[in-house]
């Protein structure tokens, strides 16, 4: 992939171009609008990451003639905290998706593969189930949202991350009769604890430092269409209360204000956790549990799915070829019995990860076995003996990075340390 990266804070740039490339992905940096134009005008691009404020003509113009005059890509705006209603307006305006600063670089790409995704047009009709999954295992699961999408219904999407839990969320937005409203996508554990709140229901003028004018937040960006939480789990008790008010009553306030707004919005929701196993702990409410429980279906894991590996695998690498992206035409018969005999702890965004690196680094035309570096395989404990506290500490690590897809924030939090003692254990181990 090739990604534009329009920032004038030069540091942010350069650290952000700097993972992205360890994805392998290639990066242009441009300092303002102007500068940016004038590359898009010029080359060739697969997504933008677009900061809101800048000086000279800002995100908002840019977007705007990328949206009208300029080539048709997926766009990541960028924003500080005080800019987040105008962001959501950016996302009506045409941007793919937005982040508030600061934020860990692993998330704009999670975010810039998601939008890159979204903007492909799919080779098979959304009337018909292949989409989500081939699988004769999830026959029941495409019949029960099939069932649900007519219905305005609140539907809980449970399931290992990975999965494809916003991809059915996205199916049962497309096949329901919000189709043609906004859907809106909000990553509660990715959201600082102290900015969900305004996030979700929008604050007032003055409701706290730095809040300079009113701003709406998702629930009204998301009105006449989907709103979808994703990793509601991980949303705060106190916040729990308030977003089971809104769901119940439809309506919402502002932060800092006085006024009620009715808000029109479906709701889906999902998680990764037992939210039975955390209502019986305390940590999430019983009465939200059932409120967004009313239709639960379960995506099921990718090694559940045998069928969908050799499928998604195809579809991964057809997509790059449509789009001119690499001179691979195929996978070998053996590259997909090594593909299939593979467990896929981090279900089908592992798999779509592992196409695009086996396609950057492949030296023929069709993919072979070599071209895949397995993770199972290749991060192995050498020369350790077995049952010592350094090799099950490894181990450890290792299993929860491939859980939370290698995102250092979510798997420090679910092994019980913080960030920096993670890269600290990861750096003396020698893992990368």
Same mark, same amino acid.
């Given at each position: 992939?090739?990604?534009?990266i329009v920032d004038d804070e030069e540091n942010l740039r350069k650290t952000l171009a700097q993972y992205l490339s360890l994805?392998?992905?290639?990066?242009?940096?441009?300092?303002?609008?102007?500068?940016?134009?004038?590359?898009?005008?010029?080359?060739?691009?697969?997504?933008?990451?677009?900061?809101?404020?800048?000086?000279?003509?800002?995100?908002?113009?840019?977007?705007?003639?990328?949206?009208?005059?300029?080539?048709?890509?997926?766009?990541?705006?960028?924003?500080?905290?005080?800019?987040?209603?105008?962001?959501?307006?950016?996302?009506?305006?045409?941007?793919?998706?937005?982040?508030?600063?600061?934020?860990?670089?692993?998330?704009?790409?999670?975010?810039?593969?998601?939008?890159?995704?979204?903007?492909?047009?799919?080779?098979?009709?959304?009337?018909?189930?292949a989409p989500i999954s081939l699988d004769p295992t999830m026959k029941p699961v495409i019949t029960l949202l099939n069932k649900?999408?007519?219905?305005?219904?609140?539907?809980?999407?449970?399931?290992?991350?990975?999965?494809?839990?916003?991809?059915?969320?996205?199916?049962?937005?497309?096949?329901?009769?919000?189709?043609?409203?906004?859907?809106?996508?909000?990553?509660?554990?990715?959201?600082?604890?102290?900015?969900?709140?305004?996030?979700?229901?929008?604050?007032?003028?003055?409701?706290?430092?730095?809040?300079?004018?009113?701003? %709406?937040?998702?629930?009204?960006?998301?009105?006449?269409?989907?709103?979808?939480?994703?990793?509601?789990?991980?949303?705060?008790?106190?916040?729990?209360?308030?977003?089971?008010?809104?769901?119940?009553?439809?309506?919402?306030?502002?932060?800092?204000?006085?006024?009620?707004?009715?808000?029109?919005?479906?709701?889906?929701?999902?998680?990764?956790?037992?939210?039975?196993?955390?209502?019986?702990?305390?940590?999430?409410?019983?009465?939200?549990?059932?409120?967004?429980?009313?239709?639960?279906?379960?995506?099921?894991?990718?090694?559940?799915?045998?069928?969908?590996? %050799?499928?998604?695998?195809?579809?991964?690498?057809?997509?790059?070829?449509?789009?001119?992206?690499?001179?691979?035409?195929?996978?070998?018969?053996?590259?997909?019995?090594?593909?299939?005999?593979?467990?896929?702890?981090?279900?089908?965004?592992?798999?779509?990860?592992m196409i695009e690196r086996a396609v950057i680094l492949a030296d023929t035309a069709i993919l072979q076995p070599r071209d895949?570096?397995?993770?199972?395989?290749?991060?192995?404990?050498?020369?350790?003996?077995?049952?010592?506290?350094?090799?099950?500490? %490894?181990?450890?690590?290792?299993?929860?990075?491939?859980?939370?897809?290698?995102?250092?924030?979510?798997?420090?939090?679910?092994?019980?340390?913080?960030?920096?003692?993670?890269?600290?254990?990861?750096?003396?181990?020698?893992?990368?």
């Amino acid at each position: 992939m090739h990604i534009l990266i329009v920032d004038d804070e030069e540091n942010l740039r350069k650290t952000l171009a700097q993972y992205l490339s360890l994805e392998g992905w290639a990066v242009t940096q441009a300092s303002n609008g102007l500068s940016a134009k004038k590359h898009l005008e010029e080359h060739t691009f697969n997504a933008v990451a677009l900061d809101l404020r800048m000086p000279g003509m800002d995100g908002l113009e840019l977007l705007d003639w990328i949206s009208n005059e300029g080539p048709s890509l997926p766009v990541v705006m960028m924003s500080a905290f005080g800019d987040v209603g105008d962001a959501v307006n950016a996302m009506k305006a045409g941007a793919s998706d937005y982040l508030v600063k600061p934020f860990d670089p692993e998330e704009l790409i999670i975010r810039i593969k998601n939008a890159a995704r979204t903007a492909q047009p799919d080779k098979i009709s959304v009337d018909e189930p292949a989409p989500i999954s081939l699988d004769p295992t999830m026959k029941p699961v495409i019949t029960l949202l099939n069932k649900a999408a007519p219905s305005d219904a609140t539907i809980l999407v449970t399931g290992e991350s990975g999965t494809g839990k916003e991809v059915a969320a996205r199916y049962i937005h497309r096949k329901s009769e919000r189709s043609e409203g906004p859907f809106v996508a909000v990553n509660l554990g990715g959201l600082p604890e102290g900015l969900i709140e305004s996030e979700l229901f929008g604050y007032e003028k003055g409701a706290f430092t730095g809040a300079d004018s009113r701003r %709406i937040g998702y629930f009204e960006a998301a009105n006449g269409g989907t709103l979808f939480l994703d990793e509601i789990g991980e949303l705060p008790s106190a916040l729990q209360v308030k977003l089971l008010r809104s769901l119940q009553d439809k309506k919402i306030q502002r932060l800092g204000g006085t006024g009620i707004i009715p808000v029109n919005v479906r709701i889906i929701a999902a998680t990764n956790r037992n939210l039975v196993e955390a209502v019986s702990q305390g940590t999430f409410r019983e009465d939200l549990f059932y409120r967004i429980n009313v239709i639960n279906a379960i995506m099921l894991p990718l090694r559940e799915r045998p069928a969908d590996i %050799i499928y998604l695998a195809k579809l991964f690498l057809d997509r790059l070829v449509e789009n001119g992206r690499t001179r691979v035409s195929g996978l070998s018969e053996s590259a997909l019995a090594a593909l299939a005999g593979y467990n896929f702890p981090g279900n089908v965004r592992e798999l779509e990860n592992m196409i695009e690196r086996a396609v950057i680094l492949a030296d023929t035309a069709i993919l072979q076995p070599r071209d895949f570096t397995l993770p199972g395989k290749l991060q192995q404990v050498p020369d350790l003996p077995a049952g010592t506290l350094k090799q099950m500490e %490894i181990r450890m690590i290792q299993d929860a990075l491939l859980r939370n897809e290698g995102h250092r924030e979510k798997t420090a939090r679910e092994l019980g340390i913080t960030r920096k003692t993670l890269l600290n254990k990861m750096n003396s181990y020698g893992m990368t």
